[in-house]
């Protein structure tokens, strides 16, 4: 039997189980089974964009009510009528919230290989490419839980740094992040960091998570949502959003005006208070799309270039992940559909501790 969670595509809260009888392998597939995965805000992400931005289409339910949100995280090969994918061997990537599900790798080689299924060929190739683990030198079996919970993020944390650097950050001397206390802004945060006065970089979050973001170090000053008009406002900046919020891109927008250089659209955690950007003072919020800073570097520098870049600021950062006194994160491991459920719930309603990230397993 194969159990998945779904839920409604325009009512996030509202979800369900499924259950399905599994086909038998045509030539050419692989089950897996999902050993463990990552929820996170991140993830709240890919629902509230879901449409947008095709994230429904990688695990498609059979309604059109309905998706799957897709989480990062490890599986292993339980039967494989595919040459070069052999029961056993375990692979890193893009999974459904279920128990077990078949792809069909194609191009398949010693690192591992990109699902050729027929409704994924027009999605990215990012989210397709399948890592083996005992072929790829950034995995350790001691760290499954961070590579799960930060890998995906801190990739896109690297590029958003790398394409503001790239441009010069527009001519701003601050940047400006919403949802500090998130994994992708706080890595965001980090790298910036690593630029040695380049840039001030400024975190707003709630007030529950002001002390957590602030003992983080990464940032040069963490304001509260409500302190959005003590920005200097003559001071050049570009706004870095991750949480989506209408509100707060208002309050930012009105305030900063003319000193706003550039205004990117990133995340939704605060799903609920989504809206549009349209007749803001200052730049059009214009969305940060990942995989294509990846095919700029990728021309720039050559895969191999962007990967010993990206390689390096990830060992640096795994450092205060694992290491700060107490670390940057705590992981919380968790089994079964209650335990699943429960920190979903938690996510769309932003109750979860920031210092704390999920591994979960159905």
Known sequence: MTTTFVVE????????????????????????AIDGFAL?????????????????????????????????????????????VAVGERFYGYWPIADNVVLQPARVGGAGFFDGATHRRELHAVYNHY????ADPAYSAAHEAEQALFRP?????????????????????????????????????????????????IGLTSPANLGFTRAL?????????????????????????????????????????????????VGGTHWDELGSGKGLPGPRPTLFFAPAQVKKRNADWGPAGLQQRLGAAWSAFMQPVTSAQPPWLHVVRGEGRAAI??????????????????MLKV
């Open 9 to 32: 595509r325009q009512k996030l809260a509202q979800t369900r189980w499924t259950q399905r009888e599994p086909a038998p392998l045509q030539e050419g597939e692989v089950r897996f």
């Open 40 to 84: 996170t805000a991140n993830n709240i992400t890919y629902a509230a964009f879901g449409d947008a931005m095709n994230y429904w289409g990688f695990f498609p339910t059979g309604d059109a009510a309905t998706g799957c949100i897709p989480v990062w995280g490890f599986a292993d090969v339980v039967e494989s009528r595919c040459d070069g």
């Open 131 to 134: 890592l083996r683990c005992s």
């Open 153 to 201: 993020l801190f990739t896109t944390s690297f590029l958003i740094d790398d394409f503001l650097a790239d441009n010069a950050f527009f001519g701003a001397r601050n940047v400006i992040l919403s949802s500090a206390s998130s994994k992708t802004a706080y890595g965001t945060a980090f790298c910036l960091a690593q630029r040695a006065g380049a840039i001030r970089v």
């Open 217 to 265: 170090g990464c940032y040069d000053d963490v304001l509260t949502y409500d302190e959005v008009t003590s920005l200097a406002s003559d001071v050049p900046s570009v706004y870095v959003d991750f949480s989506g919020s209408v509100g707060v891109r208002s309050a930012i927008h009105t305030h900063l005006a003319g000193a706003l250089a550039y205004s990117c659209s």
């Open 341 to 358: 459920e429960a920190v979903y719930a938690a996510l769309l309603e932003g109750r979860t501790n920031p210092a704390e990230g999920h």
